[in-house]
Structures are given as structure tokens and as C-alpha cells.
Nanobody
Framework: QVQLVESGGGLVQAGGSLRLSCTAS????????MGWYRQAPGKQRELVAT???????NYDDSVKGRFTISRDNAKKTVYLQMNSLKPEDTAVYYC??????????????WGQGTQVTVSS
């Protein structure tokens, strides 16, 4: 079983910054793509950014130029540096990862979510 634990959410004023972290643990042989998604009240969960094990990144247009995703493969950890935050960035942010577990079965796991609130 693969677990993802997020940290780093909180309350920040508009224009401020936060850094989210997410670490994968458990019976893991390989971690492929890691990413961040968010869900605001009354809305569907949406992609924020993803990064492959080789470092290729993908961002939603709404965060390009403000957010940066990165990862440390040795630590099985993904980060999301969020700058120039806006009130519309307020949401629960979820970490996601896929890969192969210790039995070489595919997995796709989610973290428990961390709240990010941006005040105006």
C-alpha cells in the first residue's frame, strides 16, 4: 500500500507565498508521475501541476508563471512552490502519485489534502 502525506498549507494574504510538500511511503518499487490537484468549495477537483520522474512538468494555465512544481526522487517527495497567490487559489490541495508497488502492480494514490486559504 502506498501512502501520500502532504504538508505546508495554511492561511496567507493575497500576493504571498506558500510551499507544499508531499512524501510517498509504503511498498513502492517506482514512483512515476507526481502531481498536485485542488478542489474549491462547490467545484470539481482540477489539475494544478504534474511532474514526471524525468522532470518534465505540466501546469494549468491559471498557475503558469506563479507556481513551480519540483521533486526529489531519492526522497519520493514532490513540492509545489506557490507565489503571487490569489484569493481564487483558495482550495484543498491534493497530492497524487502513480507508479509500481513492491509487487510490481500499478498504483495511483491520493493524499488526504491540505487547505490553502488566500485572503484578499
Amino acid at each position: 500500500q502506498v501512502q501520500l502525506v502532504e504538508s505546508g498549507g495554511g492561511l496567507v494574504q493575497a500576493g504571498g507565498s506558500l510551499r507544499l510538500s508531499c512524501t510517498a511511503s509504503g511498498s513502492i518499487s517506482r514512483v512515476n508521475t507526481m502531481g498536485w490537484y485542488r478542489q474549491a468549495p462547490g467545484k470539481q477537483r482540477e489539475l494544478v501541476a504534474t511532474i514526471t520522474s524525468g522532470g518534465r512538468t505540466n501546469y494549468d494555465d491559471s498557475v503558469k508563471g506563479r507556481f513551480t512544481i519540483s521533486r526529489d526522487n531519492a526522497k519520493k517527495t514532490v513540492y509545489l512552490q506557490m507565489n503571487s497567490l490569489k484569493p481564487e487559489d483558495t482550495a484543498v490541495y491534493y497530492c497524487n502519485a502513480d507508479g509500481l508497488d513492491s509487487n510490481w502492480f500499478l498504483y495511483n494514490s491520493w493524499g488526504q489534502g491540505t487547505q490553502v486559504t488566500v485572503s484578499s
